[in-house]
């Protein structure tokens, strides 16, 4: 019996070693996480007036459209690496019902369309911004705070990581000094991370997300 106790408790500090690199590794992935959104959030096309697209042309439809296809290159990317997370953010679901909500948007957009750039040039922008936006934030951020977090803590750092990527990034619309789009961006934040949390997929967000952008253009 002797014998056998160095070796028990030998074995047990072995465990607690193992689970402690565990833990570091985790909130590691969490970190690296979180510096990897706000990377990619950067290249969200149209966010920024000296974005990649700018870089390149000073043509507004050139840049955006650069910017566009940038985008939809890297979230196919991330979606293929992400299998895991993808099963559960697209999930059959009735919601999936709802994408007939843009869809019909669209097909009106013709009629009330006024901004400067072609009518079909706005809807590709949207649909890839929408899904890079929704897809990077409350699809993958929110998937890899929740190996970690509580659903509190991951609903709250969410929607404040979202937030930050607005008032950051455009302070001019959404930094402190103006108060109330700031505070909206933050509500929407949570709004959204709130219904990521309770449904599990993403098919209500994008569909109403690029839903507002298809009625108010």
Same mark, same amino acid.
């Given at each position: 019996m002797?014998?056998?106790?160095?070796s028990m408790?030998s074995?047990?500090?072995?465990?607690?070693a193992?689970?402690?690199?565990?833990?570091?590794?985790?909130?590691?992935? %969490?970190v690296?996480?979180?510096?990897?959104?706000?990377?990619?959030w950067?290249l969200t096309p149209?966010l920024?007036?000296?974005?990649?697209?700018?870089?390149?042309?000073?043509?507004?439809a050139?840049?955006?459209g650069?910017?566009?296809l &940038?985008?939809?290159?890297?979230a196919?990317? @991330?979606?293929?690496?992400?299998?895991?997370?993808?099963?559960? @953010?697209f999930?059959?679901?009735?919601?999936?019902w709802?994408?007939?909500?843009?869809?019909?948007?669209? %097909?009106?957009?013709? @009629?009330h369309y006024? &901004?400067?750039?072609?009518?079909?040039?706005y809807?590709?922008?949207?649909?890839?911004?929408?899904?890079?936006?929704?897809?990077?934030t409350f699809?993958l951020?929110?998937?890899?705070?929740?190996r970690?977090l509580?659903?509190?803590?991951?609903v709250?750092?969410?929607a404040?990581i979202?937030?930050?990527g607005?008032a950051?990034?455009?302070?001019?619309?959404?930094?402190l000094?103006?108060w109330?789009?700031?505070l909206?961006?933050?509500g929407l934040?949570?709004?959204l991370?709130?219904?990521?949390?309770?449904?599990?997929?993403?098919h209500?967000i994008?569909a109403l997300?690029?839903?507002?952008?298809?009625?108010?253009a």
């Open positions: 002797t014998s056998s106790q160095p408790a074995q047990r500090g072995k465990g607690s193992v689970r402690t690199s565990g833990s570091h590794r985790g909130w590691w992935v %969490i690296a996480a979180v510096v990897g959104w706000f990377a990619l950067s149209g920024l007036s000296n974005g990649v697209g700018h870089l390149l042309t000073d043509d507004l050139a840049s955006v650069i910017e566009t &940038l985008a939809a290159v890297l196919v990317m @991330l979606v293929l690496t992400h299998q895991r997370f993808n099963r559960v @953010l999930a059959p679901s009735w919601s999936v709802l994408y007939a909500l843009p869809l019909i948007l669209a %097909i009106a957009l013709p @009629l006024d &901004l400067v750039l072609p009518v079909f040039l809807m590709v922008w949207m649909t890839v911004s929408v899904f890079w936006q929704d897809y990077l699809g951020l929110q998937s890899y705070l929740g970690r509580p659903t509190w803590g991951v709250a750092s969410t404040v979202f937030w930050l607005h950051l990034f455009i302070p001019e619309r959404f930094g000094a103006n109330v789009p700031s909206a961006i933050l934040g949570l709004a991370a709130s219904l990521r949390s309770w449904l599990k997929t993403l209500l994008l997300h690029l839903s507002f952008y298809f009625l108010f």
